[in-house]
């Protein structure tokens, strides 16, 4: 009896646990291979913030990415599946929907916006394997280091350089104020770049007059804003979440701060615009613009969008997503495969790339070489002021 009984157990054991590789518990492997028995679909996969503090970037993202899958659905004569992950804008989010991408058996990976949740998926997709494309990440340290990563986004460096120039050269600041989100790797590292530009610019290293902190999701700038008028600076540098930014700059002005404030790109969202939209002298860089198309790739993004989405702004992020799936179709025509180290190679390679944001020429550590531009809120809307090519 005692036997029979074992036996009994022994057999449920092992029927649970073929069930379970059945439904997915053979991990990254077993999904790989099913993947390669549907030999008629690619599949991108796409991790953005759709819900959390950042999900009117993922939301802005995504919109260029299905557009690009909707006027390009093919590639190698397949058809191309979008797979798309919420990484809730959190980073542990971020790991685990790189990580369910890799288990569905997606050929590249596109995102995120927000270098922080791109940082956290990057080593993730690095030991699987997986390419990645990401979009909006500015942060260096994105794809530093990680030979999986790319982005077709321009980089913080060259960002806040962009910035301190338009202080000194075109405002004519002589000195600067910086507040920052310290739990934003975004925030400091764009706000280290801009006082290292502005120093040298200036010839001052007193330049800074003020260098003050809040954390994310912070809603009271008091404390910082009556610092900073005290120390009555020419411009005040204040990169950040448009959420946060929005009430920062709406507060600076209602306490009677009147210098320039400048920011970076992730101000061009309506949450931020709504904000501010009747203020003056605010500016910030980003990376396209309607008034400016370069290629004409730039004109089909344009009219195709307008007729997609009649009733949203065309803006910079729905840009770059379109750019991202252009180019994981790029790589992967030019590898002639799905193969992930072939389409790693192909994207690394990628030279003079047209796409809606501009030419894109990968460099050695798979950052995009391309121009910046600048916008200024005016009448309740974001106007094209400058752009700045990376030589200049």
């Given at each position: 009896?005692?036997?029979?009984?074992?036996?009994?157990?022994?057999?449920?054991?092992?029927?649970?646990?073929?069930?379970?590789?059945?439904?997915?518990?053979?991990?990254?492997?077993?999904?790989?291979?099913?993947?390669?028995?549907?030999?008629?679909?690619?599949?991108?996969?796409?991790?953005?913030?759709?819900?959390?503090?950042?999900?009117?970037?993922?939301?802005?993202?995504?919109?260029?990415?299905?557009?690009?899958?909707?006027?390009?659905?093919?590639?190698?004569?397949?058809?191309?599946?979008?797979?798309?992950?919420?990484?809730?804008?959190?980073?542990?989010?971020?790991?685990?929907?790189?990580?369910?991408?890799?288990?569905?058996?997606?050929?590249?990976?596109?995102?995120?916006?927000?270098?922080?949740?791109?940082?956290?998926?990057?080593?993730?997709?690095?030991?699987?394997?997986?390419?990645?494309?990401?979009?909006?990440?500015?942060?260096?340290?994105?794809?530093?280091?990680?030979?999986?990563?790319?982005?077709?986004?321009?980089?913080?460096?060259?960002?806040?350089?962009?910035?301190?120039?338009?202080?000194?050269?075109?405002?004519?600041?002589?000195?600067?104020?910086?507040?920052?989100?310290?739990?934003?790797?975004?925030?400091?590292?764009?706000?280290?770049?801009?006082?290292?530009?502005?120093?040298?610019?200036?010839?001052?290293?007193?330049?800074?007059?003020?260098?003050?902190?809040?954390?994310?999701?912070?809603?009271?700038?008091?404390?910082?804003?009556?610092?900073?008028?005290?120390?009555?600076?020419?411009?005040?540098?204040?990169?950040?979440?448009?959420?946060?930014?929005?009430?920062?700059?709406?507060?600076?002005?209602?306490?009677?701060?009147?210098?320039?404030?400048?920011?970076?790109?992730?101000?061009?969202?309506?949450?931020?615009?709504?904000?501010?939209?009747?203020?003056?002298?605010?500016?910030?860089?980003?990376?396209?613009?309607?008034?400016?198309?370069?290629?004409?790739?730039?004109?089909t993004f344009l009219n195709e969008f307008k007729k997609e989405y009649p009733d949203k702004q065309v803006n910079a992020f729905a840009a770059l997503g379109f750019d991202s799936y252009l180019l994981a179709l790029d790589a992967?025509?030019?590898?002639?495969?799905?193969?992930?180290?072939?389409?790693?190679?192909?994207?690394?390679?990628?030279?003079?790339?047209?796409?809606?944001?501009?030419?894109?020429?990968?460099?050695?550590?798979?950052?995009?070489?391309?121009?910046?531009?600048?916008?200024?809120?005016?009448?309740?809307?974001?106007?094209?002021?400058?752009?700045?090519?990376?030589?200049?």
């Amino acid at each position: 009896m005692k036997v029979r009984k074992f036996l009994a157990l022994m057999a449920a054991v092992l029927l649970a646990a073929v069930a379970l590789v059945g439904c997915g518990g053979g991990g990254e492997k077993a999904s790989s291979e099913d993947a390669a028995k549907d030999s008629d679909v690619i599949k991108i996969g796409v991790y953005e913030p759709l819900t959390g503090i950042n999900a009117a970037g993922g939301e802005m993202t995504l919109d260029g990415i299905e557009l690009a899958n909707k006027l390009y659905p093919e590639v190698l004569g397949k058809k191309v599946e979008l797979v798309v992950a919420d990484n809730k804008s959190e980073k542990q989010e971020a790991a685990n929907a790189v990580a369910r991408l890799v288990n569905e058996g997606v050929d590249v990976i596109i995102g995120s916006y927000g270098s922080s949740l791109s940082m956290a998926g990057g080593p993730v997709a690095e030991e699987a394997g997986v390419p990645v494309i990401g979009c909006s990440p500015t942060n260096p340290l994105v794809t530093k280091g990680n030979d999986y990563y790319f982005r077709v986004c321009f980089i913080d460096p060259f960002q806040g350089t962009v910035m301190a120039n338009y202080a000194v050269n075109t405002l004519g600041a002589k000195t600067a104020a910086i507040i920052q989100d310290v739990q934003q790797d975004y925030s400091v590292g764009l706000s280290k770049y801009f006082e290292e530009s502005f120093k040298e610019l200036t010839g001052d290293e007193n330049a800074i007059v003020a260098k003050v902190n809040y954390n994310t999701g912070d809603k009271d700038f008091s404390a910082q804003l009556t610092e900073v008028k005290d120390k009555n600076p020419d411009v005040i540098f204040a990169p950040g979440n448009f959420t946060e930014c929005g009430i920062l700059v709406e507060r600076a002005r209602e306490l009677g701060i009147k210098a320039p404030i400048l920011g970076g790109d992730t101000w061009e969202a309506k949450e931020f615009l709504n904000r501010v939209g009747d203020l003056e002298d605010i500016y910030f860089s980003t990376h396209f613009t309607a008034e400016e198309p370069v290629t004409e790739v730039s004109e089909t993004f344009l009219n195709e969008f307008k007729k997609e989405y009649p009733d949203k702004q065309v803006n910079a992020f729905a840009a770059l997503g379109f750019d991202s799936y252009l180019l994981a179709l790029d790589a992967i025509e030019r590898a002639g495969s799905t193969d992930h180290e072939k389409i790693k190679e192909e994207l690394a390679k990628t030279s003079g790339f047209k796409g809606a944001t501009g030419i894109i020429t990968l460099d050695e550590n798979g950052d995009a070489t391309k121009t910046a531009i600048i916008k200024k809120v005016e009448d309740g809307k974001f106007v094209y002021e400058a752009k700045v090519d990376p030589q200049n």
